[in-house]
């Protein structure tokens, strides 16, 4: 690494700042640094939304991301599957996402059916897959939802009296208590408050990329009842599950909450790097005022 | 010819769609226009890999510079495309799901394509932390702003800024970070997204009419 | 140093931080099961791509090319699967997929529909023509439906959605009441939520040279983009960070053991 030149022509040193960065996630890994969250207003209402749900309540979960995120959104997922199902609901998954299905099947195995075991598939649950089509499926199913989803994801027939249980009296999106939405673009959250949420007059509550949160924020709580933004939404979420069923309280359940001591040391890094970058420029700029006549 | 009936075709699916919302009638015929378009949407996929097969052939064929991570490209495409046509590894054969546990799909869902997307997204992390200690300057008052804002959102997003509030006491409670931050998503933030909302609502609804009326015809090759 | 030597040195490194760690028996044996190697395979990939952060390099090529490679096949399996077999094979000849693949498929399909779904088919196979050049204007048919479809899904969305429905979030009592009191912090947020979403229009609105009253809406309007902005970088921050914490606590508990 060249360390000639002043500080602000440092510039071929970026590796630099990347150690940093690297350091400032892999120690609080290493040391197991993790805060208790203060949940937000905004994660409380949602957390009582689904705690308001009556019971076998009809949740559709709209799993609308791939791996390119899953570390930020997954563990949204987890907490939202977890939450249902002690709430006894009726889960419906989909996605819009091609690669979302395998995202489906983790949360499935990984967590309803390694925790729940009394979930029973079709009865309770059912895995509906991926649709191509983005919003277009969101507008058809509003109106029938068998139509798009033909079979379920293991090509089981929804239609049809000798069908699974669970898709018995459900047409459309309109038969839904609520819809639960964890995206990362493009269709997502916004799409499912736009194609079904607002014309079909569904409760929809969400948990997004921190990327995209801010632009959603609009749609609350107008439009959507609630919105996880980021890895801290996911967090103070598992927080209040904790809090309110305390048997959670194992590695599995606080994937969210264990990442927040690395994250914390790496926003802290970052400001640093930008408050250093900043008097290194006023600091050049101070000369360069004096060096004039 | 040519052009009349793409054209013609974009005006009818259009109003049709359009005219669904309106008329409840009409709701059947759009059920089928969005069905037929969700078709459609997976032979774009096909359209996508057949491309990407037809483009990293030739460039093999040619032996241009790069071939071999082109063939590669094209080893992982063909093997995952036929070990995922076949279900290979699943419960129920063709007929079980593409993506269950035990189908080679899952593994290489879980193995190959999970940390390269996951790490691809994670490089970026590195990148903005580097652009922010070379490029985020205090120039202007708005730069300030802007950059005030950003570390308020950066400290109120971890455990400090419900630290900092619990400190306070309660009639004061609203001055935290937390609640600071929780204030400024839910009225500013919300206010300038919003007018950026309104905004890009106004142009597809502008860009929409414009494609159904044919004053815009540039997907069809023409200038705009 | 030259970059080869600096990869090679860092590669070494870590193959023997791997070899001491599974020879300590903390790392699991690759070859003792589908999911060991599938460890194995992912810290690969996972350094293969980190490694970009040194500059671009054959490891980095090697894995983002069968990244690619994958990511298009599995999209095409997908929409193989789960589109055109039930939803357009199971709609013009659903005998097929029940009898080729098993598939649970209602047969009573009548006549009618069967046609009808020959148009999904003939405009799909329209869309595939593409890759001839003399099937560009063919091609343009079934391009013309989806530009059609997006156009009136959209038109009709976004006005009532994004246009009306915001423009009716906004709308509201300037002065707010709290069980008949005045209500000073509801009051502050709900005219700074206004005031701000007019400013930031008022920035956007170039059909007026932006002087006077105007101008100095559309100043403040840029001090309100300008904090969404600030925060939109906050949030980036945090996204790109918890997607980099998820990749190293892979590799530090699932691959080293070390967590």
Redesign the interface.
């Known amino acids: 690494m060249s360390w000639r030149g002043r500080p602000w022509q440092w ?1 071929t040193d ?2 630099l ?2 150690v ?3 350091l400032s ?2 120690g609080p ?2 040391w ?1 640094i993790s ?4 949940p ?3 994660v409380q209402e949602i957390f009582d939304a689904i705690e308001a749900l009556p019971p076998d309540a009809r949740v559709l979960m709209a799993y609308d991301f ?7 959104v997954k563990p949204m997922g987890d907490a939202f599957t977890r939450h249902l199902a002690l709430r006894r609901a009726k889960l419906f998954y989909l996605t819009l996402w ?2 979302g ?2 995202e489906i ?2 949360v499935l ?1 990984r967590v309803l059916l390694a925790e729940f075991p009394e979930y029973r598939y079709g009865t309770d649950f059912v ?1 509906l ?9 969101i ?2 199913a509003l ?2 939802l068998k ?2 989803f ?2 379920d ?5 929804t ?2 009296d000798n069908g699974m249980p669970i898709m018995r009296g459900i047409d459309n999106l309109r038969n839904m208590d609520l819809i639960v939405s964890v995206a990362s673009g493009y269709p997502g959250l916004r799409e499912w ?3 079904a949420a ?2 079909g007059r569904i409760p929809i509550i969400g948990g997004a ?3 995209m ?3 959603l ?2 749609y ?1 709580p ?2 959507c009842k609630g919105l996880l ?4 939404g996911a967090a103070e979420y598992e927080q209040l599950l904790i809090e309110r069923y305390p048997q959670l309280d194992r590695p599995e359940a606080r994937t969210a909450l264990d ?2 001591g ?3 040391a ?6 640093a ?2 408050v ?3 008097a290194m ?2 600091l050049e700029r101070r000369r360069e005022r004096g060096r004039r006549p | 010819m040519h052009r009349a009936v793409p054209f013609a075709i974009t005006f009818v699916t259009a109003c049709v769609l359009i005219c669904a919302a309106l008329v409840p009638p009409v709701e059947s015929i759009r059920e089928e226009f969005t069905l037929f378009f969700d078709i459609l949407a997976a032979f774009a996929f096909l359209l996508g890999g057949a491309s990407l097969l037809g483009q990293h052939a030739a460039k093999i064929h040619r032996q241009a510079k790069g071939w071999a991570y082109s063939a590669v490209c094209l080893v992982s495409f063909l093997t995952t495309l036929v070990l995922g046509l076949l279900k290979t590894g699943g419960e129920g054969g063709l007929g079980g799901s593409v993506t269950g546990e035990g189908t080679v799909l899952a593994w290489i869902y879980e193995y190959v394509l999970g940390p390269c997307g996951a790490t691809i997204m994670s490089l970026l992390a590195f990148y903005v932390a580097s652009a922010s200690f070379r490029a985020f300057r205090v120039r202007t008052v708005e730069a300030t702003v802007m950059l005030v804002t950003a570390f308020v959102v950066l400290v109120g997003r971890t455990f400090l800024g419900g630290l900092i509030s619990a400190w306070l006491p309660p009639s004061l409670e609203w001055l935290g970070i937390a609640n600071g931050v929780q204030w400024i998503m839910s009225v500013p933030i919300t206010a300038g997204n919003r007018a950026i909302m309104i905004g890009v609502a106004l142009g597809i609804i502008s860009t929409s009419l414009k494609v159904m009326l044919g004053i815009d015809r540039t997907y069809l090759g023409e200038d705009a | 140093m030259t970059r080869r030597l600096a990869i090679a040195i860092f590669a070494l490194t870590l193959l023997l931080l791997a070899l001491i760690r599974a020879s300590t028996g903390a790392m699991s044996n690759p070859f003792a099961d589908e999911q060991a190697l599938g460890v194995w395979v992912s810290a690969a990939l996972t350094l293969c791509m980190l490694s970009f952060l040194y500059g671009d390099n054959p490891f980095f090529k090697f894995a983002e090319n069968v990244f690619v490679g994958v990511s298009a096949a599995c999209w095409m399996v997908m929409a193989f699967w789960r589109a055109l077999v039930p939803n357009l094979l199971g709609n013009l000849a659903p005998e097929v997929p029940v009898a080729l693949f098993g598939m649970d498929l209602p047969l009573d399909v009548g006549v009618g529909r069967r046609l009808l779904y020959v148009v999904p088919l003939l405009l799909g196979l329209m869309l595939l023509t593409r890759f001839h050049p003399r099937g560009r204007a063919i091609s343009a048919w079934a391009l013309a439906f989806i530009i059609g479809t997006t156009a009136g899904l959209r038109f009709v969305t976004y006005l009532g959605s994004d246009f009306l429905a915001q423009i009716h979030n906004t709308i509201q009592p300037l002065v707010v009441l709290r069980d008949g009191a005045f209500d000073a912090r509801a009051t502050l947020s709900v005219v700074v939520l206004t005031a701000g979403v007019l400013c930031a229009m008022a920035y956007f609105y170039f059909s007026r040279e932006q002087k006077g009253l105007l101008g100095a809406a559309s100043r403040v309007g840029i001090w309100i983009l300008m904090i969404t902005f600030g925060a939109s970088f906050g949030y980036t921050v945090m996204g790109r960070v918890a997607l980099l914490v998820a990749r190293m606590e892979f590799l530090l508990r699932d691959w080293l053991g070390f967590l």
């Open positions: 510039e970026r590796r700042v990347y940093i960065m690297l996630v892999v890994l290493i197991r805060f208790r969250e203060h937000s207003p905004m791939d791996p390119s995120t899953d570390p930020e091609p690669l299905q395998g099947d983790q195995r895995n897959g991926f649709m191509s089509g983005n919003e277009g499926v507008a058809v109106t029938d139509k798009g033909t079979t994801a293991f090509n089981a027939s239609a049809g408050i736009q194609y607002v014309p990329v921190a990327v949160s801010p632009e924020f609009p609350v107008g439009q933004a980021g890895i801290k990442r927040m690395p994250q914390t790496a926003h802290f890094a970052i400001m790097l930008i250093l970058g900043n420029y006023l």
